[in-house]
């Protein structure tokens, strides 16, 4: 079993009416009903030592702060304000108590950063690395969550921020690379500390202007294949329009990698992906101004299914490529990235 | 560090005014406010294999409906209802589908039996073994949520059920004896699949009639004294009241075990401790009746602090010997059990 089998098996097992249930499985939060005006979002994420992270270059104090920040995330790609958090933390019984500290400090920090308490969980002796999940719960008006499933044919596809940042970062740090650039501090930063574009998030809630949200955690062409499926919709992708910063570029030569496939495979950058009638344009880039991020429109949702990369050839015509999850050759050569979350 | 530094320091970094949270860290829910008449009741655990199960002997479809059992048991513990449910599933890669098949129905059982819904989750590829994490959120009637903290002196200290059976239903079947004994099935299933006290709870808290409750999971010393500490005060337990069944004693003998260390120490019972006021003696007798469970009083709350267990001697004295948390030799023998919860 492969692991969309595994979730879809859990899905289907757990299906049930609910009247209190809004949205189960398959966004990036599951959305309850709180009182007639708010809901309640809720996502869980778990990071496990040799999996999601390398102690060997991860202060722990950036480990504490990011661990809140992937869930945190899951909560703003729906709008919602980060409220409550609990956490279940798994440490070896040698572990040392600097460590610990350091990495309590920046989970706590993180949560006073978003705006939410910590207010339980679980603590247990792992016989083997560390590894901590965490629990959030967000609050958000009811009319202003924005799901996965919303894109309609014709919208706009938009991301914030640069993409592919993170699996650079991790690749330099990896190659003990990451002092070689004077630009790889945003790169590196990415991978160890990411920030949630929970802001962000509220003000394309507020603002009503996007019909289908999601953060990037899994790399864009998995996560808009989510988006698309979930929206029954497809999509098609700009190479030329994707943003990619110069010291990506510098980092990938460094590397001998390829910066296009970091910016559509590589995973975690937990930037914001959405969707938006094409008028609503000049009112989304003011919008990312005031947020103080850069949005930017990378193609269109298309009829049909499927998500397409278009690329320029040398004599001005254009190529396109499936992109879907892993559908082609050049992708599989992606890294499998982090284990995704529960979404179809 | 030792757990209780772990989490008080944890407890420490996170301690804020929010108005919206009526508990944190330190009961077997932390509770949070829904609306004017109902609160929220969130609660989290983990389980790691080689820890907390052997899959040596535990049947994957137990192990999955053990895991909502464990966290469902905290929500009773309070007076609630649990109402949804979200997992964090770690898998090594190597995993077989009927095992997790199994996991799943047995973890889907067991929501549907409790009432809750599974509404979300991650999925995680775990380089060593299994380890499975479930948040729960559970619903009461504000004003009918019991607290650790209520205890007060005079009050009379009561369990449901049986004691010591989980402890040892588990040593029985790590000897291979657990078929030994024409009456052990309830002590290995007790470990295998305990059965959560909601119902009680529930009607616990309807009643109004107990001041304090918890759920037995780290022992009845161990847990007694987290509820002696929250309330401000001490107990005084009589020995020869406690709840040992016939087959309890069988398994001691035929194991080289005491009994009453097992009642005493052992975890995992997943019954309810609470204590009431003397006058309620007869109306939480026919309480228990209605729900089908023994309660037993087998103490009283003193002033002062510490727990101290009462032994009758031969000639008819009594000796008093302290028990809080590991205090005296007898129960340093004590398995070091689960590793606890968040609670100081």
Redesign the interface.
């Known amino acids: 079993?492969n692991?969309r089998q595994?979730?879809d098996?859990?899905a289907a097992?757990?299906a049930?009416g609910?009247g209190?249930?809004i949205k189960?499985?398959g966004d990036d939060?599951?959305v309850?009903a709180?009182?007639g005006r708010l809901v309640w979002l809720?996502?869980?994420?778990?990071i496990?030592e040799?999996?999601?992270f390398d102690l060997a270059f991860h202060p722990p104090e950036k480990l504490g702060r990011k661990l809140v920040s992937v869930n945190v995330s899951d909560i703003g790609a729906m709008g919602g304000q980060p409220?409550?958090a609990?956490?279940?933390?798994?440490?070896p019984k040698t572990f040392e108590?600097f460590w610990?500290?350091a990495f309590?400090?920046g989970?706590?920090d993180g949560?006073?950063e978003y705006g939410c308490?910590?207010?339980?969980?679980?603590?247990?002796?792992?016989?083997?690395?560390f590894?901590c999940?965490l629990?959030v719960?967000g609050e958000a008006v009811a009319e202003q969550v924005i799901f996965r499933s919303g894109a309609r044919p014709g919208d706009m596809v938009w991301v914030s921020g640069s993409l592919g940042l993170a699996a650079a970062g991790l690749e330099l740090l990896k190659r003990k690379l990451d002092r070689a650039g004077g630009d790889f501090g945003p790169l590196v930063a990415k991978h160890l500390d990411p920030i949630a574009r929970v802001g962000l998030g509220r003000c394309l809630g507020e603002s009503g202007l996007a019909h289908a949200m999601m953060d990037l955690s899994d790399g864009l062409a998995t996560d808009l294949s989510h988006l698309c499926k979930q929206s029954g919709v497809g999509a098609r992708i700009a190479a030329w329009e994707l943003p990619i910063s110069p010291a990506l570029i510098e980092a990938a030569r460094l590397t001998g990698a390829d910066p296009e496939q970091w910016a559509v495979c590589g995973g975690e950058d937990y930037e914001l992906l959405f969707t938006a009638p094409a008028e609503a344009h000049g009112r989304l880039l003011e919008l990312g101004r005031q947020c103080g991020l850069t949005l930017t429109p990378i193609g269109t949702v298309t009829e049909g299914e499927g998500v397409v990369l278009r690329r320029r050839r040398a004599d001005g015509t254009c190529e396109e490529q499936g992109i879907a999850y892993q559908g082609y050759d050049h992708f599989r050569r992606c890294p499998a990235g982090k284990?995704?979350?529960?979404q179809p």
């Open positions: 079993m692991e595994i979730i098996h859990i097992l757990s049930q609910d209190r249930l189960g499985i939060c599951a309850v709180k009182d809720l996502t869980m994420d778990t496990i040799g999996v999601h409220v409550f609990l956490l279940s933390l798994g440490m108590s610990f500290k309590a400090k989970l706590a949560c006073r308490l910590l207010i339980g969980g679980d603590t247990v002796a792992s016989p083997q690395g590894n999940t629990t719960i284990p995704g979350r529960m």
